[in-house]
């Protein structure tokens, strides 16, 4: 038996040409700029959002300028069951097909012990564990059609978490355990891997990160610098394009952060 190849077509070096891309946030920061490198290698993209419509709108709108008819957008929340599932159904019947599923959306803040309540936990499980899980489920069986892969993202904290966000600590491993799971039972059809970015971009409006984090976040990697959405965009090309051969792993890019902390 031969490994899952089937995914890579080398055709002018545009190894996704005709391949079908779902990738949950992916309207702006990582999400965009993985859209954007995918894109580049050929994929059609169905951009998801929740509430970033102009932003998923202006992204599809340069794609299909680019190409025409690559690129296209759907609305929904990942923390409502019927919303994902839709989520997936939108996307086979908009292109016929999906390859790859990218779960990259992410809610992200603190949840102090004490201050913890549902609706935290709700939204943070939501977009962070649930969403992924029930979009694999949802989308099984076309991925072991097309011989497709899952591509999670998840957080270089899993290991070791940081203080104050307890919720979304666990919901990322979580997510590294689905990881390993649906590889387990998606096999051979269907590679899982994981990609853990570190020090990418600063999150927006959060009190947290003051100048004095940030500088603190940046000594603390062995590279001395934070990272590119693009490190991460490249890393999943890698992972789709470039790795047949792996399956049910974390792929750390942090720039060395996570041997510091």
Known sequence: MTYNS????KDNDVELNNK???????????GASICRLLHSAGANVMIHYRQ???EAEQLAAELNQQRPNSAAIICADLNQIEEVTTLASGTLKHFGQVDVLINNASSYYAT??????????????????KAPL???QALADELRKRRGC??????????????????????????????????????????????????????ENNPDFDANYKQKVISETLLNTIGAPEDIAKAVKFLICDAPFITGQLIPVDGGRSLNI
Do not use: C
């Open 150 to 203: 899952i591509i999670n993202i998840a957080d270089m904290h899993v290991e070791k978490p940081k203080k104050n966000y307890i919720v979304y600590s666990l919901a990322k491993a979580g997510l590294i355990t689905l990881t390993k799971s649906l590889a387990r039972e998606l096999a051979p059809q269907v590679r899982v891997n994981t990609v853990a970015p570190g020090p990418i971009m600063w999150p």
């Open 6 to 9: 089937q995914l890579i077509e």
């Open 20 to 30: 079908v891309v779902l990738i949950t946030g992916g309207a702006k920061r990582v």
């Open 112 to 129: 102090k012990l004490g201050e913890i309540d549902e609706q935290a936990w709700q939204e943070l499980m939501g977009s962070n564990l």
């Open 134 to 136: 029930f979009l694999a």
């Open 52 to 54: 970033s419509k102009s």
